[in-house]
């Protein structure tokens, strides 16, 4: 009563001119005075009748979705229709007044709270005012930024679907008093819905809840709307996968890049310091929560690992490389399982042993098979040289050509003999048996250079033959793990891609 009085006082500035004048003032001095308002009284006929509320929400947008703090920021209009019995009034009585507006504050209003709410306020909504039609109807339209709690999974990031879940219902009445039902079975309002840049709304499809619990006669009645949205990925395809799948496809590089370039192993390393690198940038546009790894996560693990295993196999592929005889034995395994058996089913073969030889000692074979003819042929040559060099002598003087191998006796002969031909004249025979002797044990010596010569070659040759072993091993791993390195790349690649729910939103 005293309320009502109040509420009178507040409504008419001037007491006396209540009752008269304007039609809203008739109308608002009948509805809160004349007929006793209480805004606390549930407006219903029959007090052991629930009231019944139409509820619907109107989503206008969709300001951010806290990964990390599982909050989901939305700007939301509640709407919220009831039928108060106590507000009702013939509109011909009060000059065609069909509605008026009230503040929430004067009206019974039903209170509708998001049970999951996680604002300072808890209540974020704006009470605005309240339009009453000549039949009771109230319609109630409070606006709200709304922030709720919702359990954000991320594990198909950034190809994941969200549901926030926003439970609205009465907080002091029960099913018995109040009776809260969905306006619209199909959910949501959305059609003034803001787009979003990030995130695309597939849906808010409502659910109504009726929990009624064994010990007591109450039923506990509340609505669920769930805002079903879907990330868009065109974002996260151009500034994250993209390139790394770039990055990680350069490290296939690393294993067609040739040891004797000298930069396989600061490529391999160049390559997984850019990954890193591009790594942290991608942390930080990740959901920082350990409650799932995101795929997107995995994903570059993979990359990762895989950048990783190629630098050790470069570093074993290097060390391969530049392995020999003087170093390693190639044991047998290696010899016929990597050099024949892998060389094999990579299908990679060498050259014909033939021609490596000939293409690798083409100029050093040849020139021990002169040498060696040489040698041979040398001592018989000598002995015919030397008879025709004394006839020779004896015939016509001094001539240093002979018949045959010129450049043999060319070579065997002193050389005092040709610069002084003066002096051979004089003592030729001595001269003779003495330049024979020299050449004999020159010829040895020379007999024993070639051999030497000759060893020598030969075992560069099989030097040669075992550096090739090694490094036809090194390719055939190198072949291998490029081979190893693209499947795994297509795989992880395809697998990420098709695992995801949806790739383009
Ligand atoms: C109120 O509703 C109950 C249940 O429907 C009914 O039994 C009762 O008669 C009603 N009272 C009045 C005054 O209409
Ligand atoms: C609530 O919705 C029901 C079913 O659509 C309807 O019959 C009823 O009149 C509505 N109530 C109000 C107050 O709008």
Known sequence: MARGLLLAGMICLFPGDCGAGSDERRLLHFLFVERFYSPLERPVANESLPIRVNFTLDLQQIIDVDEKNQIIHTNIWLQMKWRAANLVWDPLEYGGITTIRVPAQKVWIPDILMYNSADEKFDATFHTKVVVSSDGSCLWVPPGMLKSTCDIDITWFPFDEQK???????????????????EDPAGGNTRTFYPNGEWQLIG??????????????????????TIHIRRRTLYYGFNIIIPCLLISSMSLLLFLLPPDAGEKISLG??????????????????????????????????????????????????????????????PPWIK?????????????????LVKRRQSVCRYRLADVQASERTTHSLLPNLLESEEEYRHQQESNGLSRHTRGSSCTSDWIRPPPLVSRDTHVQQGDDT??????????????????EVRKITARLRQDEEETEVKSEWRFAALVIDRLCLWICLAATLISTLAILCSAPHLIA
């Open 164 to 182: 926030c879940e926003m439970k609205f219902g009465s907080w002091s009445h029960d099913g018995r008093f109040l009776d809260l039902h969905e």
């Open 204 to 225: 808010v499809p409502v659910r109504r809840n009726v929990v009624a619990y064994e010990c007591c006669p109450e039923v506990y009645i509340d609505l669920v709307y």
């Open 269 to 330: 390393v160049t390559i997984l310091l850019s990954l890193m690198v591009f790594l942290l940038l991608v942390a930080e546009t990740m959901p920082p929560t350990s409650d799932a790894l995101p795929l997107i996560g995995i994903y570059f693990c993979c990359i990762m690992v895989m950048t990783s295993l190629s630098v050790l196999f470069t570093v074993v592929v290097l060390n391969f490389h530049y392995r020999g005889p003087e170093t390693h034995t190639m």
């Open 336 to 352: 016929l399982g990597v050099n024949v058996v892998l060389a094999k089913v990579l299908r990679m073969s060498r050259p014909p």
């Open 431 to 448: 001269m003779l048996t003495e330049c024979c002797g020299h050449v004999t044990r020159e010829l040895t010596n020379v007999l024993h």
